[in-house]
C-alpha cells in the first residue's frame, strides 16, 4: 500500500512490520534488530531511536521531536545525555561512525538523519497521525470547526495572561548556584564534611601520591591545616564537634577503605578506638551515636547502635546516613563488591528496608536534605559521569546538578549548602607482552578492567564497564601487542579456558555464560539454585569444570564448582569466601572474603589451613608451580610482587610495578596477570583526580 506523502514523498510499506537496509533487518513489532539474520543486542531508547529514524528516513529528526517521543519527563542535561548514549550504542550495534556515517548522519546542533537506503519499505505511521506537511497532528483537530477554535484560543491566551500576571507578582528571578572552589592541591578527595556551624569544612584528602590524611579548611581563608593524623579516613563529623575516622585502613578499591573505627576531636588529639574491620560510619544528629557497617562472616552489616544489625547482605553498603530526626539511615545498596552499581535504600530502627530509587550503573555519595523529606545522592545510569539527585520517601525523583566529568556528593549543611567533588576517573590496562621491552597501554575504552592472561601470555581477555560498555558491560579480548579489541558479548569476564578457545561471562550477575572466542556459539551455564553470581568464574586445569562464587537463598556468598556440560554447582568453600583460585595441579582453591583472611580448601574435601606468610589484605594468584602465589597490596603505585611458598610461608622480590605516565599522582595497581612462566604480564591502574567544592543555591 502506499502511505500518505510525506515532504513530498511517497514510502512504500510492505505491511508486515519489518524494514531492511543492507545487512540489517528491524522487526518492529518485536523490537528487535538483526545483522545477516542474526539478533543484535540493541536496548529500548536506541531502538526507538532508530524506530523515529526509520520512520523519517532521509528527513532531518530534530533532537526536540526524539525528546518529546522518548524523554518527554526529562530535564534538557537528562536528556542531552541519554539522546547522546542511546545515539552512541545505536551507531555501536550497526558498526557505523559519527565522522563517516553509512547509517546515521549527525546534524550539529539540530538532530539526526537515517541516510542508508531502505530496500522497498518504510516504516508504517498511522495515517491519522500524520500530516501532509510531515507534522505530528491529530486528524480530530482538523475537523474542528475554525471558529471554536478561535474562541479556545483567545480563552486560553487570557487564562495565560491571567496567570502570568499571578506568578509575575509572587515570583523572583532565579539566581544561579554560587560556587567556592575549596581544594587546589593535585590528588584525590576521599571525603568531606561541614564542621558543626558550617563556617568550616574537614575533609580527608591524598595529595600528590602521598597517603590519606585529615584537613580542615576555614571558608573564610583559602589554606589548609592538618590534623596531623596520617594514614587516615574521615568517616562523619558529629554535631559535637567528634570525627569519626578510620586508621589500620587497608585500600580496597579506588575510595573505598576498611580500618579499625576511631572517635577524636575537631579540635584535634589521637582518635580512641572503638572496632574493626569497619567500612563506613555516620553519627546520630545528636552526636551521641554512629550507625556503622562492618564486615563479619562474609557479609556486611548497617548497625544502628554498634551492635544492633538493621540490615544485612551478601553485597556490600556504603555511604550510610543517619536522617535528621533519627528515626532513618538512607544508604548506598550494593549487589556485588566492587562493583558500586545498585539502589538507593532506607531502613528504619526496626530494620523495615525499602527501596527508593534502583537501577544506577554506578552510585558515590549520598546526604538527607535539611527537612529531612528528600535523600539527595550521586549516581550514573550508564557511564561514569555521576550527577546529582534528590528521592523523596515515596519514591518521587528530581534531577538536581551535574558537571562535565561527573560530581559525587559529599554533605549538605542545615542552610542547604551542597558539599560535592568535581571528578575525573578512569580505569586501564597496561602489559609487557611477548617481543616488547616496554610496557603498552591496552586500555579500550574510559573503564577497561583486565580479568585474565593466556598462558603463553599472548592474548588478553577484559571487560570494559564505562560509558561505551553499556549497563551491562562488554566483554572482549585483544592481543598484547595492541590490535583491536575483539568483543564477544555482555557481561563481567571471567576467565580464559587453557585452551583459550572460551571465555566466562557473567551477566547482571544473574547469569553465567561461556563465550566462544573464535568461531563458536555461547553456552549458557544452568543456573539451578544460585540466587546471584559474583564478579569472576575461572577454569579449572581439565577445561571442563569451572569455578566461581555466588550465593544461594538465605546464605552468604561462597565459591561452588560447576560442570560446564550439566550438573549442580557444588560449594567448595564455607560462606564469607568470595575470591577463589584453583591452583594448577588442580588440588587447592585458595580463596579469601576479600580484605580478610585467606585460606587454602583441599578440592576434594578436607580440612582448610590458612596461607602462611600471607598478609591482611594481600591479593594472590597462582605461579605455575603450586608451591607458590604471586602476593602483593593493591595500593597506589609503585606495588611491590613476591613469590610466596605457601608451605613455608617464605617470600622473594618478584618485581615492582610502576605505570610508566602515573608515577607521582593518585594510581591504585590491582588485578595483576602472569603468563604460565611469568616473563608476561598485565595490570590495571585505576586513577581518580577530583577538586572540592562548596555550592549554594542548589534546589
Not at 366 to 386: H, I, T
Not at 524 to 545: C, K, S, V
Request: glycine share 12%; aromatic share 10%.
Amino acid at each position: 500500500m502506499l502511505d500518505i506523502p510525506q515532504n513530498g514523498k511517497a514510502h512504500v510499506s510492505n505491511g508486515n512490520g519489518t524494514v531492511r537496509f543492507g545487512v540489517f533487518e528491524v522487526d518492529l513489532r518485536s523490537g528487535e534488530l538483526r545483522k545477516s539474520g542474526s539478533r543484535i543486542k540493541l536496548q529500548d531508547q536506541p531502538f526507538k531511536v532508530l524506530q523515529i529514524l526509520l520512520e523519517h528516513s532521509g528527513d532531518l529528526v530534530t533532537r526536540e521531536e526524539l525528546q518529546s517521543r522518548i524523554w518527554p519527563e526529562e530535564s534538557f542535561g537528562d536528556f542531552d545525555h541519554a539522546v547522546n548514549v542511546a545515539v552512541g550504542k545505536l551507531r555501536t550495534a550497526l558498526g557505523d561512525s559519527a565522522d563517516n556515517p553509512s547509517f546515521i548522519e549527525t546534524v550539529p546542533r539540530r538532530g539526526y538523519r537515517f541516510v542508508a537506503q531502505l530496500d522497498g519499505a518504510s516504516v508504517e505511521t498511522d495515517p491519522a497521525e500524520v500530516s501532509t506537511t510531515g507534522e505530528y497532528r491529530s486528524r480530530a483537530f482538523s475537523r474542528l470547526n475554525g471558529a471554536l477554535l478561535a474562541v479556545f484560543a483567545i480563552l486560553f491566551a487570557v487564562v495565560l495572561l491571567g496567570l502570568g500576571v499571578f506568578l509575575g507578582r509572587r515570583t523572583a528571578p532565579s539566581q544561579p548556584p554560587d560556587f567556592q572552589r575549596l581544594t587546589v592541591k593535585h590528588g584525590t578527595v576521599y571525603s568531606a564534611r561541614f564542621a558543626p556551624g558550617a563556617y568550616n569544612v574537614i575533609y580527608a584528602a591524598s595529595w600528590d601520591g602521598a597517603p590519606i590524611e585529615i584537613f580542615s579548611t576555614e571558608l573564610k581563608f583559602p589554606w589548609a591545616r592538618s590534623f596531623g593524623l596520617p594514614a587516615t579516613q574521615l568517616l562523619a563529623v558529629s554535631s559535637s564537634g567528634e570525627m569519626a575516622v578510620l586508621q589500620a585502613i587497608d585500600h580496597r578499591f579506588l575510595l573505598g577503605v576498611r580500618g579499625t573505627l576511631g572517635q577524636v576531636s575537631v579540635t584535634g588529639g589521637s582518635p580512641r578506638q572503638i572496632t574493626e574491620n569497619v567500612d563506613w560510619a555516620d553519627w546520630s544528629p545528636d552526636g551521641k551515636t554512629l550507625a556503622v557497617v562492618r564486615a563479619i562472616a562474609g557479609k556486611e552489616r548497617l548497625e544502628f547502635p554498634l551492635g544492633r544489625v538493621l540490615y544485612e547482605t551478601a553485597g556490600w553498603v556504603s555511604h550510610p546516613r543517619v536522617s535528621p530526626k533519627g528515626d532513618q539511615i538512607a544508604f548506598l545498596d550494593h549487589s556485588i563488591y566492587p562493583d558500586d552499581r545498585g539502589a538507593v535504600s532506607i531502613v528504619d530502627l526496626a530494620g523495615r528496608k525499602k527501596v527508593l530509587s534502583t537501577g544506577w550503573e554506578t552510585e558515590e555519595g549520598l546526604a538527607w536534605s535539611p527537612d529531612g523529606k528528600e535523600v539527595w545522592f550521586s549516581a550514573a545510569r550508564a557511564g561514569l559521569e555521576r550527577r546529582i539527585y534528590a528521592v523523596d520517601l515515596s519514591g518521587r525523583q528530581r534531577p538536581v546538578f551535574q558537571a562535565p566529568g561527573g560530581v559525587t556528593l559529599q554533605d549538605i549543611a542545615s542552610d542547604g549548602t551542597v558539599l560535592l567533588t568535581r571528578d575525573q576517573q578512569r580505569k586501564g590496562i597496561m602489559a609487557l607482552g611477548p617481543g616488547s621491552t616496554r610496557e603498552r597501554e591496552l586500555s579500550w575504552m574510559d573503564w577497561s578492567f583486565p580479568a585474565d592472561l593466556s598462558a603463553d601470555g599472548k592474548i588478553l581477555l577484559f571487560d570494559e564497564q564505562g560509558e561505551g560498555g553499556g549497563p551491562n558491560y562488554v566483554v572482549a579480548v585483544r592481543d598484547m601487542q595492541g590490535s583491536p579489541p575483539i568483543p564477544l558479548g555482555e557481561g563481567m569476564a571471567g576467565g580464559l579456558s587453557p585452551d583459550g578457545k572460551w571465555a566466562t561471562t557473567i551477566v547482571s550477575n544473574g547469569q553465567l555464560l561461556v563465550l566462544p572466542t573464535g568461531a563458536g556459539t555461547a553456552k549458557r551455564i544452568e543456573r539451578h539454585d544460585i540466587e546471584q553470581y559474583g564478579m569472576e568464574a575461572h577454569w579449572l586445569p581439565d577445561g571442563q569444570q569451572i569455578i566461581f562464587s555466588g550465593n544461594q537463598p538465605g546464605h552468604g556468598a561462597r565459591c561452588f564448582i560447576q560442570n560446564i556440560d550439566g550438573g549442580k554447582p557444588r560449594p567448595v568453600t564455607p560462606e564469607g569466601i568470595v575470591f577463589c583460585q584453583v591452583s594448577p595441579d588442580a588440588k587447592w582453591i585458595a580463596g579469601s572474603s576479600g580484605g580478610g583472611e585467606a585460606w587454602l580448601y583441599p578440592i576434594d574435601g578436607g580440612e582448610a589451613r590458612p596461607i602462611p606468610g600471607l598478609l591482611p589484605g594481600e591479593d594472590f594468584t597462582w605461579t605455575a608451580d603450586a608451591s607458590f602465589l604471586y602476593v602483593y597490596h593493591w595500593k597506589q603505585a609503585p606495588i611491590k610482587i613476591y613469590r610466596l611458598n605457601i608451605l613455608s610461608g617464605q617470600r622473594r622480590f618478584f618485581k615492582e610495578i610502576t605505570p610508566p605516565e602515573l608515577s607521582g599522582s593518585y594510581c591504585d595497581i590491582d588485578h595483576v596477570l602472569f603468563s604460565f612462566d611469568g616473563r608476561y604480564y598485565a595490570y590495571g591502574y585505576a586513577r581518580l583526580l577530583s577538586e572540592l567544592y562548596m555550592i549554594k543555591g542548589l534546589r
